[in-house]
């Protein structure tokens, strides 16, 4: 079993959307739980608020299989295939980190929003706050203090989740 962790994202009917791309993934992942959900203004275009969180999971599944569930389980839930990147969106899964593994194909991994984006790195840190990234010195509690936190505007919200499989038991 390999610990992954993935961030969620979506702006339109995000309750929704990020609730049903859970309950997907906990089909099919193992153990996983969320971190805090959180509200952040949409980055890089203008648009409604984001609500974005971090789960983490366990599996057998590779990297290239996992991307693919994750682009099955955002089209099944109206994600356009090749829309723009900074756009409004029903649910964007992203996979941040598989083990202690670093590279760049299928993706590339650490991802590199852990780092630019506190809506990444806030809930990765609360999941992990001990955690050290491959080819990386600071635990992810020391890179989120040193983040510049007033640059971008977040907040918790009250989201409750269960995993609805004994799966993650």
């Known amino acids: 079993m390999t610990r992954i962790f993935i961030s969620l994202g979506s702006n339109i009917d995000a309750e929704a959307h990020i609730r049903n791309g859970l309950n997907d993934l906990a089909d099919a992942l193992d153990h996983v739980l969320i971190s805090t959900v959180y509200e952040s203004e949409a980055v890089g275009f203008e648009g409604d608020n984001f609500l974005n969180l971090v789960a983490q999971a366990d599996t057998e599944l590779s990297i290239a299989q996992l991307v693919a569930l ?13 829309a723009k990147k900074f ?3 029903t649910l964007d899964i992203d996979l941040l980190l598989y083990g202690n593994l670093a590279t760049n194909e299928p993706v590339e991994l650490p991802r590199p929003e852990i780092f630019d984006n506190a809506f990444v790195l806030l809930p990765l840190q609360q999941l992990w706050p001990d955690g050290v990234l491959p080819n ?3 635990s992810l509690a020391q890179l989120w203090q040193a983040f510049p936190q007033q640059s971008q505007k977040l907040w918790p919200i009250e989201f409750d989740w269960a995993a609805p499989s004994d799966k993650s038991q």
Request: charged share 25%; glycine share 10%.
């Open 87 to 89: 756009a409004p969106r």
């Open 136 to 138: 990386c010195s600071q």
């Open 70 to 82: 994750f682009k099955q389980i955002e089209q099944r839930h109206g994600r356009v295939l090749g």
